[in-house]
């Protein structure tokens, strides 16, 4: 019995997981909108005989639950897809259909080796009588950074005492660094409408106090710390130059690298769009579209997650595996290479594979990566940590034709395999030595210093 009973049971299931990757990828769905994969998970579970929660008024969000008791342990899954990446498992850019959607960050595999993980630990913990609660979290929308931010406001994490998670990329290794914290917002502004050349003086433009806001934010650049990001679109302008527009909007994003730096900006950043609507005599709303946490990766979950990486091995990737690498590789440059995989602090020998099929140690644990992700909520209320798998070719950049095209691949489906069977592997290390998850909590409880999660939205 044990972790070989555990990954054994996984390959068993390898169809199965491979064919519900592959149906995702072949209907991908966007945010909040992914009524065929969540069903297609929730319903296998079901069938698994988890117990099936609803979380209100998310549809497409569920969690599948099995065991009782002490400790209570979560694996977070996605399957959202991205606009604009629709594509073919080629090595040419071609669309795979006409609805322009596409996994090009490979979420399609992400939430199914979380599937293929907790049914296999249901089964051997029912077999070995191993106490505890096993959840899975089908998470929706995670690339508008939304999801388990919403899901979090709803309490559903609050009595997890760990909770671990897996991310498509280029390598196989535990990410220990932070991410950054983020705030998606929209100002919106109403003026009063003229004819731009025979009663200017009658109009307020909603478009002058965007484009006054503007000139605001890009000075505000000059006094924000270093690291912080500020970017925008004009989302609506007016209809016509000859009519002064009396609705204008302006979509920004404030990153850094702390929550509290973001909430300090983006209040700075309302100042300087009410001071845009009084100087153009318009009014402005403001809406928070969304907004998430930097990342507190657990250290103790994450030398266990390594631990696992190395018990299991490396992906087992195919001949044909290589050879569908190599034409993906082949379209970009070293150099290219270089800057995809600096982002992830990559040594350099990794850049002389096509794939990578081995297990990489790093310490990135003071780092951030220049991204953020919704999983940040989560890390602020319980032990969190997280590895990659080398999901598509060396050097590919994520929110690609080329990391769709991976995803719906042998590439995507071996990594999958070997992602859920670490994922698993842990899980189990926890169940049978808590004293692992009671050194997880108290590194966790330093780490915060008192800190209570508030919801981005209740800030």
Not at 187 to 194: D, L, Q
Request: hydrophobic share 40%; charged share 25%; net charge negative.
């Amino acid at each position: 019995m044990g972790k070989k009973t555990l990954f054994d049971l996984i390959d068993q299931n390898e169809k199965v997981l491979k064919d519900m990757a592959r149906t995702i990828w072949e209907n991908p769905e966007g945010a909040f909108n992914e009524k065929k994969a969540s069903g297609l998970q929730r319903d296998y579970l079901a069938k698994q005989g988890f117990n099936i929660i609803d979380v209100p008024d998310v549809e497409t969000a569920f969690i599948a639950e099995t065991g009782q008791g002490k400790p209570v342990i979560g694996i977070l899954g996605e399957y959202d897809a991205l606009p604009g990446m629709s594509q073919k498992v080629s090595s040419v850019k071609e669309a795979y259909d006409n609805s322009g959607y596409g996994h090009g960050c490979g979420h399609n595999l992400l939430g199914t080796g979380g599937v293929g993980a907790v049914a296999a630990l249901k089964e051997l913990m029912e077999t070995e009588h191993i106490k505890g609660t096993l959840r899975y979290y089908g998470c929706p929308a995670e690339e508008t950074l939304s999801g388990k931010v919403v899901m979090a406001r709803k309490g559903v994490f609050d009595d997890l005492d760990a909770c671990i998670s897996w991310h498509p990329a280029s390598m196989n290794v535990v990410w220990g660094c932070s991410f950054l914290a983020v705030n998606s917002m929209k100002f919106a502004f109403k003026g009063i409408p003229a004819h731009a050349a025979a009663a200017p003086q009658a109009g307020r433009s909603a478009l002058d106090a965007v484009e006054l806001m503007n000139v605001g934010a890009n000075y505000l650049r000059e006094h924000v710390i270093e690291k912080a990001r500020i970017h925008y679109v004009i989302t609506n302008g007016g209809m016509a130059p000859n009519i002064v527009p009396d609705n204008a909007e302006v979509w920004y994003y404030v990153r850094a690298p702390r929550r509290a730096d973001v909430r300090e900006i983006t209040e700075r950043l309302k100042k300087i769009a009410q001071g845009a609507a009084m100087m153009t005599e318009t009014t402005m709303e403001y809406e928070l579209v969304a907004g998430c946490y930097d990342v507190i990766a657990s250290k103790t979950l994450g030398e266990l997650m390594h631990n696992n990486m190395v018990e299991v091995g490396p992906p087992k990737f195919t001949k044909e595996d290589y050879e569908f690498g190599s034409k993906l590789s082949a379209l970009t440059t070293k150099d290219e290479k270089k800057k995809v995989m600096s982002t992830y602090f990559a040594p350099d020998h990794v850049l002389d594979k096509v794939l990578c099929d081995e297990i990489i140690e790093i310490d990135d644990s003071d780092l951030i990566m220049a991204g953020s992700v919704d999983a940040g909520d989560v890390s602020y209320i319980v032990p969190f940590a997280q590895i990659t798998a080398a999901t598509w070719p060396v050097g590919t950049a994520a929110h690609t034709w080329i990391a769709t095209a991976s995803s719906g691949s042998g590439i995507g489906m071996n990594a999958m395999m070997f992602a859920a069977k670490t994922m698993a592997g842990t899980v189990y290390d926890l169940f049978k030595d808590t004293t692992k998850v009671d050194a997880a909590k108290a590194e966790f409880e330093k780490r915060l210093g008192g800190f209570k999660y508030i919801s981005p939205f209740d800030e």
